[in-house]
């Protein structure tokens, strides 16, 4: 399913989160851009989780504006075009692999044909074709979330949330899923793909690093590595943090 | 709301199920077994006629609390249900699936436990057995649905699970079961008529003993539905798409 909307994926403004008394996220704007894979970075803790909640509209915020494809984030709009990732595996463990995948289908309107194949293709991308009939408890940590990653690609969804998918995953299973974000761009899907492997950000298209629930840099990998002289993501990355670190005792 | 979820959202809870044949053997053997030692013990009075078909319609009321507390409960823990209400999937079909697929399971379970309870334990009423099975159908609904609202105030699984003594066990003492409910002191009789187990009770007793009961019944299983609504409708403020 895809949406002819020509702005930002997302466009955020303002935006302030506080859960538990803490102040997650203090105001924070962003613009996501359409059809491209834009990789959320930023070490535990930094509000990655909390922002992917705000843009699928899951989370109570307290200020600000989340517009996604043109619409306020969570409306029925969208119920449809955006697919949402948790960090932690939500599936049925009492369910097989294609069951579950299937019930997520049905639930985004595919019927018939148009579900049989979608759930066929869906367990292709995800390498799962050869365990469609186990039972989700009888997997591994890493089948599970990839099962968890089925039930939103099944849908097509316009804008994809997906919250670290590639956590526990064999590195060519990783390689394949970041082609799968690739192609899925290509062709117009947009995604926000968080992640603390920092040598998945050179397949990003964008970073966007956050510290403490603001944006510490919104720029291309290779931006990234100019701006900062280092060889690396991970040097690149560490050497922003430090620089900000270093600006805020001086401004203090 | 649209039928088409609502029938997905049943669809996949009976599979849930399916995958799970000990919770089906309890849900299906235990009220058999209850029945056939409650007949035993009163074996020679007239003691379990009366009692009997109340049961009826008390086990599926209380299994299906407890099953739809938990399953509810686990959809809220593993991020599910969060899950599923950013998809066109809402609330109410949410709800009603699971009232759909609880209510197709009790028509398995009244049905086994009436022909046990009839042709096994010489259960003796007066009415159409056929009532008996759709009373129970309805109790199971309001089980489901009284358990859709107290998961929503659950944390933990021991939580979920001490709610059936503490929502059920009350509705329980108070139905008529013990004794009829115009003989309970003036207080308690007027608490029991705030209760929903009191009137599904009350529609088995008037299947033992009319060969007509269709106004009573029809009546009391007028009010069991509005308590299905009103508890329906409270769970639904429960689930939200939002949190902090």
Redesign the interface.
Known sequence: MMNNYDGPAVAISGLQVV??RRDVIPGLDLEIPAGEVVGLLGPSGSGKSTLMRCM?????VQGGTVTVLGHPA?S?AL??E?G?V?Q?P??????TVR?NVA??A????L?GAELREAVDRTLVEVDLVSHADQ?IRDLSGGQESRVSLA?ALV?RPTLLVLDEPTVGLDPVLRRDLWELFAHLAEVGHSLVVSSHVMDEATRCDRLVLLRDGDVLADLTPAELLARTGAVDADAAFLALIDAETTGRRRAS | MNPGLTVATAGRVLRQVRTDHRTIALIIVVPCVLLGLLAWIYNGTPVFDRIGPALLGVFPMVVMFIVTSVATLRERQSGTLERLLTTPMGKGDFMLGYAVAFGLLAIVQAVVATGFAVWVCDLDIAGPLWLLVVVAVVDAVLGTALGLLASGFARTEFQAVQFMPAFILPQFLLCGLLIPREQLPPVLEWVSNLLPLSYAVDAMKEITRNADPFAEVARDLGIVTGFIVAALALASLTLSRRSP
């Open positions: 859960r538990g699928v509209g899951v989370q109570v969570g029925p119920r449809r955006v949402y948790t932690s939500s599936v049925y463990a009492d369910l069951d019930y997520f049905r639930a985004v309107g019927r039972l039930a849908g």
